[in-house]
């Protein structure tokens, strides 16, 4: 695996054009509109998980139409005051798993909301428990091309608005400081929390390592790997339905969420990972908050011989150190701008 995308130098300063709808706004305001008009939270079940010094519930929230989205929420065991919360995304094909396998943000004394992925959850890791009941439009068999020929068909209008309803169902739970909440995510999930730093005006920080999502007419131009060359696989077949997808995909391109956004960021990439090429993520970054005025704190940390993984534990412990420091010191307005 050898260094396929921009030189560095040339990363350092890449700031594509981004072709927006003109309604980009106004059609995530209408879907966000839509999903808020139910309570957020469904129910939430104290777990056995075999852990002494973690506590889990098993909770349901209400995400895109009001359909129920599993989750893990977890804080550790004998802690009486309310918290500050990272909300995680998983990546592409995972769903949320086992209650005990991600646990580096509760022993870092955070409480943790681990989102299933809605339809996914049948490539890797123990699986997910939230159906999509939505995906029946036109698209391949895989998530990345459910309903690409229509937006509000398209499986990432979903997941989307799940992941900014997780944030409001931490918000309710027990134990947590509404005010400081952080989302997180590597791969999908990274796309996802950038999303969410876009449509989230008071996101206290965002985490993102190796973002999907981003640079997403780029991405499928330079590589064939999964999730984008699925994508590809279906446009092979159909091939007078490049210029919907385009217009499709275009209402989710984490550029467009990175120029919206105002909280704290913190950025990692591998500058050899042929899934989510880093230019994506390097434009992103360069944009990160251009519309808001609010000259938001963030950094990057790049990997030049690091693939997809990004920085793996050095990213993780990278992130530990940076989020303590931004949520730790005093109120979160103070790093809002």
Known sequence: MTAFDLPT?????????????????????DT????????????????????????????????????????????????GEPLPAVVEY?????????????LTWVNAGYAHLLMDNRGQGD????GGATPDPHASAPGGPGPAARGLLDPRDYHYRRLITDAVRAVAAVRALPGVDASRVAAVG??????????????VPDLAAVLVTAPFLCGIRRALDLTDASPYGEIGAYLSVHRGAQEAAY???????GISFARRAAAPAHFGIGLRDT???PSGAYAAFNRYGELTGADPRKEIHAYPYNGHEGGDAVQVRRQL?????????????????
């Not at 929230?61 to 893990?72: C, Q």
């Open 275 to 277: 899934v989510c090429p």
């Open 9 to 29: 130098r040339e990363l350092e300063r890449y700031r594509p054009d981004v072709q927006e709808p003109p309604d980009f706004d106004g059609f995530w305001r």
């Open 186 to 199: 590597n791969s999908q999930g990274g796309g996802l929390a950038l999303a969410v730093a876009g449509l």
């Open 247 to 253: 217009r499709t995909l275009a209402y989710m391109e």
């Open 90 to 102: 998983a990546g592409y094909g995972r769903g949320r798993g086992l209650p005990h396998e991600r």
């Open 123 to 126: 490539r890797y890791g123990n």
């Open 32 to 79: 966000l509109k839509e999903a808020a008009q139910r309570d957020v939270l469904g129910s939430v079940r104290p777990v056995e998980s075999g852990l002494r010094l973690t506590q889990t519930w098993d909770v349901t929230f209400r995400g895109f139409a009001g359909d129920p989205v599993r989750a893990w929420y977890s804080r550790p065991a004998g802690v």
């Open 321 to 337: 150190d940076w989020l303590r420091e931004v949520l730790e010191p005093g109120p979160v307005s103070s790093q809002r701008g």
